[in-house]
């Protein structure tokens, strides 16, 4: 994971927490840190301007971080 996948992560976190959001799958557009909930995954996730993701909150009330990658599809 690159420094700039750490930043898209806490920027999702942060996100999660001010709406009280459990489990998400996003797309993070790397220029503009916009998330988005993708229409359509294949797209955003073989678009390298997008960051896709599966984040959820663990038992102990941490937000854990799954990269979403086309080998994952």
Do not use: W
Request: overall charge negative; glycine content about 2%.
């Amino acid at each position: 994971m690159d420094e700039e996948e750490l930043i898209l992560n806490d920027t999702l976190i942060k996100k999660c927490e001010e709406e009280g959001i459990v489990i998400a799958l996003v797309a993070i557009n790397r220029e503009t840190k916009e998330i988005e909930l993708p229409q359509n995954l294949n797209d955003k996730v073989k678009d390298p301007n997008y960051y896709v993701c599966y984040c959820h909150k663990d038992k102990k009330g941490k937000y854990i971080i799954q990269k979403i990658e086309e080998t994952d599809l």
